[in-house]
């Protein structure tokens, strides 16, 4: 199943995590290119983490797209969140291999074990499953519930970024995702309150 390939992404991912937090580059250590400085640990962090949590949020909105008999408010929804998050998704990318951890940086070998850690409101294997299997309204109350719950993980992150992140671009993503997710998130709550 597609998303067991995520559940990997998202495990690897959060174990680059904690080696990040332990091999971050410091005022003293070369950095990758000169352009990398303006990046510290929370940047590189935020980057890491909200690629496949985005990815996420693609995934269980196109999960809803391709059912029938969606509230169109929802399929709405659903087309809005993969046309702001598919592209996030690729300026992410391009400063994570801007500031020299796009391919985790180079930390290959370090055993620091497993984080222990998971996304905020990612989706379990088990609550996806029961997506794809939900049709009608059903369906739809369920992508909503489980939306909010991402959505809420999102902005966590993102306000995590905001204390403590550095990079301008990073910085003003991370409010723009707040905005935005707050927005949605009120938004799917009125469509809930009238199932």
Known sequence: MKFRNSLALIGALAV??????????????????????????????????MIPHHAGAIEMAQ???????????????AER????????????????????YGDMGGMDG?????????????????????????????????FLEQMIVHHEGAIDMAEVELDNGSHDGTLNM???IVEAQQAEIAEMRDILSTF
């Not at 680059?16 to 640990?41: D, H, I, Y």
């Not at 598919?86 to 500031?99: F, K, M, R, Y």
């Open 16 to 49: 680059a995590l904690a080696v990040s937090a332990c091999g971050s580059p410091t005022p003293n250590s070369p950095t990758p290119s000169a352009r990398a400085e303006a990046f510290n640990t929370a940047d590189v962090m935020f980057a890491q983490m």
């Open 63 to 77: 999960v809803i797209l391709d059912k029938s008999d969606i509230d169109p408010r929802v399929v709405d929804l």
């Open 81 to 100: 969140i993969q046309a702001a998050q598919g592209p996030e998704i690729d300026q992410l990318t391009a400063w994570l291999e801007e500031s020299g």
């Open 110 to 142: 370090m055993d620091h074990g497993p984080s222990g850690g998971n996304i905020d409101g990612m989706m379990s294997e088990e609550d996806m499953a029961d997506l794809e299997d939900a049709e009608g309204k059903p369906a739809t109350r369920l």
């Open 174 to 176: 991370a409010q723009s």
